[in-house]
């Protein structure tokens, strides 16, 4: 178990070193100045080349790619984000803010999700094939086909505009949490509702269970204690990349509903060429999905102590 | 009590699998179910299963390998506990101790899950639990299939020498007339879904009448050993 | 798999064939008649600078679905040629490529995508470049994990034991398994392409003014989404209806697929 | 003459086979018996090059046993066809991919050899029984006449009858067209049956290796005799009269 353990953490460190060069290659290599647009967000006015040159300079932009990447990656290790290249203030108590809104919108959402996809997928899965499971799956695919963006619009139009019964823009009162939870839920509802009743039908087809029925086993009992956790693991392989959408997910909404949060925290941070705060954003989704990948893989390890061997 | 079933049959996709069949298996009888593969006696057996079962007696199976019969995921102490529930028993009940000693798994360690058992040991446990509450009838389907010859050997004369004092039945169903020759003193030869002879053991293997008991019997072992 | 090249064969033609049949040129503004209902000239009304909706939205579909088709393709090859190779190029290549794919799976793809797309400058070809970079992760597993099983299939290790060249295995034992259930990720990557262009496009980052596209389309409409409401209804039907279509088919092609044992 | 000198396979740390010496002669038959996780299919995968030993020197007349192209028999009978294609094209491999010229009426020759019906071949290898399957197996294995077969547990999928049946077809066979074979089975009745001697595999080890009838009448070891007495309950072997 502790080398499976082993392989895992290194895994995660591997990928999350990964993400880091690649994201600041990223910027590094970006089109256009970055100190020019850093300093442009920062002076709001066309500025001359010194100016841009002394903005260059103080935000370590001319040393070479890897001392400039080290000077950043050092501090992160010790959690410190460093500074805002636009604002100056230190990362870290935006990012947090903007975590405050994101976070929780998203679990909303995903309890919304599966507070829909669950019981749909074993109401669907009672008879393979019949109406409920047909009409199951169209109301999935729907739901996979439908934009968030434009789901967002249609709540917007319907309980704000017409209605008037939500507050649709901004995020003053937990009211204005409302319409947008809705979004993100039935995005990931429609999601999971797939990925669950797959699930349930895989390990209906376990090849032990017309055994325990022979042997008078109940099938309450068994759909308990034999098919739930057979389906459960792969509901958690891909819940684990919903969870990586659901973030996504959640940016948009914000950006519709125009709610502060990462979203909007990534996409200024975007067009000013804030490079930490785009960093920060994008090496916390990383650790994010480290961090979901390692859960499942721990689940994996012990619900079925025999997988680790095959998994590269 | 002589358990009996009549007019047993099955329709698949259109097609007679199994044509009308009837049967008599009388306390501690021992029967085999032989024909070459697709001859319906597997559908028998699991139609006679259902029919007894209807008819209230406690039957048991014991399926061709023990990955049909166990929950990699479930402790064999949580396949027995739940196979007692099954059975209308309080668990701890069944005499474990007992059968275990009797099918030579007593060294088993009940808190693992069937993988961490050898196949030939995964295959007794499931024997064992198929004889929890004594049933009236256990149906046993190609039980040496999946496993090494050795552990194949010893388990079928544990079954065999088994349940002394019990009158259960046992059938067994096998494409391999060699391996029911010494362990069934009736015969039931199956071909194309239908029952084409009936005998004792030794009658069938002797002076077999229909091509498929003769075909059975003519291969029924490899090589007669000289001495 | 009939379903799936109808589809596309439909979609692909609304692409083409869509700025043909625009009755007016999509970007001639004509003020004084903007932000009209449906009426007889303009079927479905005109947004704010008077531009004929109907027109923009045929004009739109070669942006959305050409180019998700050609992102769609691209991140295919990118990610089944990783997943190829480790499949079959042994434990360091496997280990590392995994670990390659994983750490660009770390990035949510949209994020990725508003990254590039913002950094590099909002125009066609950062799109392209930011969805098809954050798009082919899912082709690369698809295709390691087939190539992975078939490689230890009896049929393969009989062909090898003949004498058969590399390249003929490929094509008559890797590539019949690889091609159905490849497709099928490839629909529902056609989808993700489709919804991708609009969303960058809803943000900013894609596809820009005066160039027609749904997500920027709804951009725009969603600003006068109280007077006329109506102007963001269509961009959004036909997302939907596209995608609908591609993820009907991809479900029809993966329950075929799964009756005759093939890996989904 | 098939030669194994001293081979020894590594999976990890373990040895899965540990100094293994054998010899098939031309023609001959040398039925290798072992119970799961003996090491049976290491050792046929080492001797056609599927997997490299750790030490071992394998030949066929003195030359890298490659160069032999051995052909080999599986135990899942469909499993060694696409499903996809007609049993012909994937029969037709060796002779494509080696470019052999087939000799006149020698497909129709060795399908009446294995009785096959010609039209047979043109099915999927869905469409057509195991016991069929499993010859066009054998068929496809013969088709470019190699020196050296190795069968894996050829019989194990297929009922009582049809083993008996099929193991006498490969006999006549072996018979007319003069290959060295060697059968791995864990089945001990079919090794005393059809092979001239028999090598008894044990935790990737040889514990016996002796002529048929010798082993079947008086096995040295305890573990072989266990396995011979197993055997004859199991019906495998008759007893004695």
Known sequence: ?312 | MTLSVTGLSEIRAGRTILHPTSLEIEPRGRIGLVGSSGSGKSTLGHALIDDLRAQGCSVAHVPQSPDEALDPLRSMAFHWREAEVALGLVPGSADQAGLFRALRIEGGDLRKRPWGWSRGMQQRFVIAMALIGSPDLIVLDEPTSALDPIVAAATMDLLSGFPDGKDTAMILITHDLGLAARRVARLLVMQAGRVVEEGRTADILDRPQTSAARALSAHRNWIALPC | MRSVALVVTGLVALAVLGPLLAPYDPTAIDIPNRLSGPTQTFPLGTDALGRDILSRLLYGARWSLGLAFLISVLSLIIGTSVGLIAALGGRIADWSLMRATDTFLAFPELVAAVVIAGLMGAGTWSLIFALSVTGWMRYARVARGIGLSVQSRGYVVQARLAGMPGWSIARWHYLPSLIPSLTVVWTGMFARAILGISALGFLGFGVQPPNPEWGAMLLDARVHMRSTPLQMIWPGLAVVSCVLAINLAGDALRDALAKDGQPG | MLTVTDLVVKRGARATLDGISLSVPAAGTLAVVGESGAGKSTLIAAILGLLKPATGVITWNGAPVRAARPALVMQEPRAAFNPALSLRRSVMEPIAAQGITLAEGRLERLCAGLELPLDLLDRRPAQVSIGQAQRAGILRALIAAPPLVLFDEPLSALDAVTQKHTARLIAEVQAEEGFAALIVTHDLGYAVAHGDRIMVLKDGQVEETADAQTFALSPRSPYCRALRDAAISLGALGAAA
Do not use: C
Not at chain 1, 3 to 20: D, E, N
Not at chain 1, 34 to 59: K, T, Y
Not at chain 1, 266 to 283: E, G, K, N, S, Y
Not at chain 1, 289 to 309: E, K
């Open chain 1, 1 to 312: 178990m502790i080398t499976a353990i082993g392989g895992v953490l290194l895994r995660a460190v591997v990928v999350l070193s990964g993400t880091a060069i690649l994201t600041f290659a990223l910027l590094w290599h970006a089109p256009g100045d970055p100190a020019q647009a850093i300093a442009m967000a920062r002076f709001d006015a066309l500025l001359s080349d010194d100016v841009i040159d002394q903005v260059r300079q103080e935000v370590g932009l001319n040393t070479g790619f890897w001392q400039a990447f080290w000077a950043w990656l050092g501090p992160l290790l010790r959690l410190d984000f460093g500074y805002s290249a636009v604002t100056g203030r230190p990362v870290w108590p935006d990012l947090w803010a903007a975590m405050t809104y994101t976070f929780p919108l998203a679990l909303a959402g995903l309890a919304i999700g599966l507070a829909l996809s669950l019981p749909l997928a074993i109401l669907a899965t009672k008879r393979p094939g019949g109406l409920l499971d047909r009409a199951a799956v169209a109301i999935a695919s729907l739901g996979a086909a439908i934009p968030a963006y434009w789901l967002g619009l249609l709540l917007i139009l319907l309980f704000a505009v017409q209605l008037g019964l939500l507050p649709a823009m901004g995020a003053r009162t937990p009211a204005h949490a409302i319409l947008p939870a809705v979004t993100l839920g039935l995005g990931v509802a429609a999601s999971l509702t797939r990925i669950i009743r797959s699930g349930i039908l895989e390990a209906r087809g376990q090849p032990f269970l017309p055994a325990l029925r022979r042997r008078g086993v109940a099938g309450q009992a068994v759909a308990r204690d034999h098919v739930a956790p057979h389906a459960a693991i792969p509901v958690v392989t891909l819940f684990g990349l919903e969870l990586a959408f659901l973030l996504e997910g959640a940016v948009l909404v914000e950006v519709i509903f125009g709610r502060p949060g990462l979203g909007t925290f990534l996409v200024t941070a975007i067009t000013a060429r804030d490079f930490p705060h785009v960093q920060a954003v994008v090496v916390l989704t990383a650790l994010v999905f480290v961090l979901v990948n390692l859960a499942t893989d721990i689940f994996y390890r012990v619900i079925d102590p025999r997988i680790g061997a095959e998994d590269a």
